[in-house]
């Protein structure tokens, strides 16, 4: 449920303020892009949704979770593709 309403409300909808919600201030991120913490994480999805052309997450199709692993298999749309 907790990743789910991550990608409803935070990826999908857009708002950003709510990642402090989801993600630890001290996030060791996997992503060699992105620096870690909760706050370098809002940086990124700011910038990825105001890039041109923007990422767009449009829809999740479904979620899998076994203890503090999860999946959410979602459909978005980055670089017009």
């Known amino acids: 449920k907790i990743a789910k309403d991550f990608l ?3 990826l999908i909808a857009k ?3 709510l990642i402090d919600d989801f993600v630890a ?3 060791i991120q996997h992503d060699p892009n992105t620096a ?3 706050e ?3 940086t990124s999805l700011e910038a990825m949704s105001n890039g041109i052309p923007p990422t767009v997450y449009d829809r999740c ?3 899998l979770a ?3 692993f999860s999946l959410c298999m979602s459909e978005s749309r980055a670089d017009g593709v």
């Open 66 to 68: 076994e203890g503090n």
């Open 36 to 38: 870690d913490g909760s």
């Open 15 to 17: 708002n950003f303020d």
């Open 8 to 10: 409803d409300r935070v």
């Open 61 to 63: 199709h479904r979620v």
């Open 25 to 27: 201030k001290d996030l």
């Open 40 to 42: 370098a994480s809002r």
